[in-house]
T-cell receptor, first 112, second 118 residues
Framework: GENVEQHPSTLSVQEGDSAVIKCTYS??????FPWYKQELGKGPQLIID?????GEKKDQRIAVTLNKTAKHFSLHITETQPEDSAVYFC???????????FGTGTLLAVQP | GAGVSQSPRYKVAKRGQDVALRCDPI?????LFWYQQALGQGPEFLTY????????KSGLPSDRFFAERPEGSVSTLKIQRTQQEDSAVYLC????????????????FGPGTRLLVL
């Protein structure tokens, strides 16, 4: 089955610094690559996504880059703020299935 | 408009009891998913509905788990004879698109039901 790994598993940064989380997947048929943010006691919330025909997408302080050849995609957060502290999950999906395969998660702590 | 809602938010059950978890998806959303999230882990897929049809139940861990969506809106996940290993957060998600669509496929998650089996 699909194997999805994230690195690092925990990340601590100072407010204002940048954070990068990498997601590696095994299924070459994956064609949709979302990132979810999960705060304590809440369900995951989509923060950005990218499709396989695009290499990069940016939305204000958040960006996602995709390398389909190497089978990995990364989340970039610039000018981090304390409210960015949460667990982040990548969830690559094969188009025909609709089910998301979540990564192992990255706990991001932004220190004020 | 309202997001995905789930009830109850917390459930404590004694081992061997049956439980029923409810999901109210966003109005008009065709697709509905159930995921199980163990402590410190990412959500894992359980089952998928397109309207009232259960198209994929490959993630259900045993025949004690049963899900239904009889009228294509509200869904119920039922766990019979609960075991301690069933303790987890059960997440429901819905999306506007049916399976195979490449637009409007974003899955919106509810807050989850935290189940503790003693």
């Amino acid at each position: 089955g699909e194997n999805v790994e994230q690195h690092p598993s925990t990340l601590s940064v100072q407010e204002g610094d940048s954070a990068v989380i990498k997601c590696t997947y095994s299924d070459s048929a994956s064609n949709y690559f979302p990132w979810y943010k999960q705060e304590l006691g809440k369900g995951p919330q989509l923060i950005i996504d990218i499709r396989s025909n695009v290499g990069e997408k940016k939305d204000q302080r958040i960006a996602v880059t995709l390398n389909k050849t190497a089978k990995h995609f990364s989340l970039h957060i610039t000018e981090t703020q304390p409210e960015d502290s949460a667990v982040y999950f990548c969830a690559p999906r094969r188009g025909a299935t609709n089910k998301l395969i979540f990564g192992t998660g990255t706990l991001l702590a932004v220190q004020p | 408009g309202a997001g995905v809602s789930q009830s109850p938010r917390y459930k404590v059950a004694k081992r061997g009891q049956d439980v029923a978890l409810r999901c109210d998806p966003i109005s008009g959303h065709v697709s509905l998913f159930w995921y199980q999230q163990a402590l410190g882990q990412g959500p894992e897929f359980l089952t998928y509905f397109q309207n009232e049809a259960q198209l994929d139940k490959s993630g259900l861990p045993s025949d004690r788990f049963f899900a239904e969506r009889p009228e294509g809106s509200v869904s119920t996940l039922k766990i019979q004879r609960t075991q301690q290993e069933d303790s987890a957060v059960y997440l429901c998600a819905s999306s506007l698109a049916p399976i195979g669509w490449t637009l409007q496929e974003t899955q919106y998650f509810g807050p989850g039901t935290r189940l503790l089996v003693l």
